[in-house]
């Protein structure tokens, strides 16, 4: 059983910053990429940021130079840094782990006000 708890989010004004943290339990293969996305109300879901077991990354084009994706391979924890952040950054962030099957965390809320 794979079990992905995230923490950070919140309520911040634009310009802001945060951290996100998803740390992944179980079994879990030491080739996986792990990453975020996010989904606005209204809006599909959207890939934020991946990084994979080796530390390659891949960003949308909306966050490339605001947002940094980092991992803890020892701790199984993946990590999302996201400066100047923006009222249309607001969505619910999803952790998500993909192995041989994909899995995802509850989300958890960011709120930019204006």
């Known amino acids: 059983q794979v079990q992905l708890v995230e923490s950070g989010g919140g309520l911040v004004q634009a310009g802001g910053s945060l951290r996100l943290s998803c740390a992944a339990s179980?079994?879990?293969?030491?080739?996986?990429?792990m990453g975020w996305y996010r989904q606005a109300p209204g809006k599909t879901r959207e890939l934020v940021a991946t990084?994979?077991?080796?530390?390659?990354?891949n960003y949308a084009d909306s966050v490339k130079g605001r947002f940094t994706i980092s991992r803890d391979n020892a701790k199984n924890t993946v990590y999302l840094q996201m400066n100047s952040l923006r009222p249309e950054d607001t969505a619910v962030y999803y952790c998500?782990?993909?192995?041989?099957?994909?899995?995802w965390g509850q989300g958890t809320q960011v709120t930019v006000s204006s």
């Open positions: 998500y782990l993909s192995m041989s099957t994909n899995y």
């Open positions: 179980g079994s879990i293969f030491s080739i996986n990429v």
């Open positions: 990084i994979t077991s080796g530390r390659s990354t």
